[in-house]
């Protein structure tokens, strides 16, 4: 028999090789099968395409990552250019601003001017309305005074030689 069993504590065998030499030649000869049927060959072309795909993937990704910075570069310009808009928009309304303040305070003087020109005309009229009342009053004044006068001095003679010496000097007017 080709199987020796030895006492107890030694190891069995076959053909001379122990359990562990029989394990060795079972690798072996496994190993010669995957080379012979060409295994690593197949895993090699498993593993380039894992790799080729994987390139892919960093391949998209560096672009993805251009694409990105490429975006965020002009919306930085867009950005930069806003605010110097939003600059000169702010310098703008200022500087409307401040014309609309000097604009507004020039107006203000022109219409206290043209409010104070047309108080002073109106305290004129009331003044010459007043010197006109006054010499009204005194002209009636006056001539009440002369009529009073007149009555308490002249009589009706005096009266006749006045109405003829007017009557003398129309006839001398008219020729």
Known sequence: MLLTILAEGAEASALGLTATGWVAVGVLIVFGIMLWTKVPAIIAGILDRQI??????????????????????????????????????????????????EQAQADTKALIARRKKMAEEKIGAAERAAIAEVRAKAATAATQAAEALIAARHDSAADKALVDKAIGELGKTIN
């Open 52 to 101: 080729a795909e994987i390139r892919q993937n960093l391949d998209e990704a560096a672009n993805l990552r251009k694409e990105a910075e490429a975006l965020k570069a002009e919306y930085e310009a867009k950005t930069a250019g806003a605010q110097a808009e939003i600059e000169s928009l702010m310098e703008r309304a200022e500087v409307e601003a401040a014309t609309l303040v």
